[in-house]
């Protein structure tokens, strides 16, 4: 981890809960972007392996839930399923559409 990601981590605390996978509540599921999802597919629920990959995210500043980060694919809601697409965000004059930017909200009395 590059000195950055260990001093944003460290400053948000509920971002580094969500880095790496994304377990569904109740279940032993974890969102996973499945095979050859270069953007545009939906993504699936799929066994946690907690090996990183298809299953691993990170939340960024700008409160993006990114997924591989050289090819910028961040996650995207859309009326249907959320979906991976290229993120809008790409630094200084750009902003995150509201499509792509997500919340953390602490989930109690689940197990």
């Known amino acids: 981890m590059d000195e950055y990601k260990e001093i944003f981590y460290r400053r948000n605390t509920d ?5 790496k996978q994304i377990k569904s509540v109740g279940q032993p599921l974890c969102l996973d972007v499945g095979e050859n999802n270069q ?3 939906p993504l699936i629920l799929y066994t946690c392996h907690g090996l990183g990959g298809n ?3 990170e939340y960024s500043a700008q409160r993006e839930i990114r997924h591989n980060i050289q090819k910028e694919l961040c996650l995207h809601a859309t009326q249907g399923v959320v979906q991976l ?10 902003i995150a559409p509201g499509e792509q930017i997500w919340e953390i909200q602490q989930v109690t009395g689940c197990s």
């Open 39 to 41: 953007g545009g597919k």
């Open 15 to 19: 971002a580094a809960k969500i880095v």
């Open 85 to 94: 697409k290229a993120c809008v965000y790409k630094g200084h004059r750009t």
């Open 55 to 57: 299953q691993y995210f």
